[in-house]
């Protein structure tokens, strides 16, 4: 290559640069311009709330569930079947128990609200208290469902649970078939739980005749509660009324598995276990081992699987501002009609419990019957 032609390659080319480059920044601008406008209008489309959009963008929905607590066995199943159901149907659960105590579950529900849940579902530790929950969360847009426990004084927006008064009469209603005459104790739940009141309205309903024939008496008044649904609380009323009556008593209508436990181990301490006639209620693994023995005489048995799952379904429902096509019923609270689902109890003693609790899946063989 000879210099002059270099030198004017190199002349035509920085002229080149000189020009070009100008132009090129300028169509570089333009450019980014016209795909600036473009971008704003994609973004403009994607904001308009169109339901599809939202729901494929939309983070997971957020479930609380606040807990009385879970000293009773049948919570942790509560529990484990509702985030698993859930879980399935793309919710996440954050859980709270609030340890029997009803400002601290108050307290834990405003914390779930803070947190950006979609939906509350709630086991009231006191029926009342608890109307909190329901005014705070309804003040932010979040639905709230009563679970297994009513909410009082305030307009929850769903109520699933078991026939609680249907509970007590068939508590009550067994003991009579196999017990028609004689001293009953009437041992009820806490006083704060609306389903304690259900359980006693019923178990009075299932006594009542026999009462105003004389064949039944209550003794120690009927008005007696096992403060905080208390194993130790029911063993000490026990033993008290026991100790009033010289033993003479014949059946207690105990309202849940853990409470029989107590009376259970009272009428051992005067060698009465067995004689003694007690009812239950949650088919906890203790009371059945202790209906196999034969120191429990029944429980009623509540398949959990199905509340949880219900209740599961339920709130993905009302989070998404669906309807809750199983709530076919209204309860009323005392100030309004609660929608709700109601589901079925089951009677339970030593002659179905191989049918209903092991072969059913609650329980194994292995766990229920114990070796001697
Ligand atoms: C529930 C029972 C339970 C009790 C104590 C009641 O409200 O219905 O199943 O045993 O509370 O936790």
């Not at 006639?277 to 029944?298: H, P, Y």
């Amino acid at each position: 290559m000879n210099f002059s032609n270099f030198e004017s390659l190199f002349r035509n080319k920085y002229i080149s640069v000189y020009i070009m480059f100008p132009l090129f920044i300028a169509g570089l601008c333009f450019t980014m311009i016209l795909l600036g406008c473009s971008d704003t209008s994609n973004k403009n489309k994607s904001d308009v709330p169109q339901d599809e959009s939202v729901n494929s963008t939309k983070q997971k929905i957020k479930i609380g569930l606040s807990m009385a607590s879970l000293r009773v066995e049948r919570w942790h199943k509560d529990r484990d079947i509702f985030i698993r159901e859930a879980e399935k149907l793309g919710a996440e659960v954050i859980v709270q128990s609030a340890d029997e105590d009803a400002v601290k579950q108050n307290e834990q529900a405003e914390n779930l609200i803070t947190q950006g849940v979609d939906i509350l579902v709630v086991i009231p530790e006191n029926s009342v208290a608890s109307s909190r929950i329901v005014k705070s969360a309804h003040a932010e847009g979040i639905k709230v469902i009563a679970y297994d426990r009513l909410i009082k004084e305030s307009e929850p927006d769903l109520y699933i649970s078991f026939d609680n008064e249907q509970v007590g009469y068939l508590q009550a209603e067994y003991l009579l078939r196999h017990q028609p005459k004689g001293n009953y104790f009437l041992l009820g739940g806490d006083p704060g739980d609306n389903n304690a009141h259900l359980l006693r309205k019923g178990q009075l309903r299932a006594l009542k005749s026999a009462i105003e024939a004389n064949d039944i008496k209550l003794v120690a008044e009927a008005n007696q509660w096992a403060v905080g649904w208390d194993p130790n609380d029911a063993l000490n009323k026990t033993e008290q009324v026991l100790t009033q009556t010289d033993n003479k008593i014949d059946a207690v209508v105990a309202s849940n598995d853990g409470t029989a436990g107590g009376v259970i181990q009272a009428l051992e301490g005067q060698n009465l276990a067995g004689e003694v006639l007690v009812s239950g209620q949650d088919a906890d693994i203790e009371a059945c081992q202790r209906i196999a023995k034969g120191t429990q005489t029944m429980t009623v048995y509540k398949p959990i699987d199905l509340i949880a799952t219900e209740a599961a379904h339920a709130a993905v429902a009302l989070a998404k501002g669906e309807k809750v096509s199983k709530a076919t019923q209204t309860i009323n609270n005392g100030k309004f009609d609660v929608p709700a689902i109601i589901l079925t109890p089951i009677q339970v003693d030593k002659n179905n419990l191989d049918e209903i609790i092991i072969e059913g899946g609650f329980h194994t063989r292995e766990k229920v019957y114990l070796p001697e």
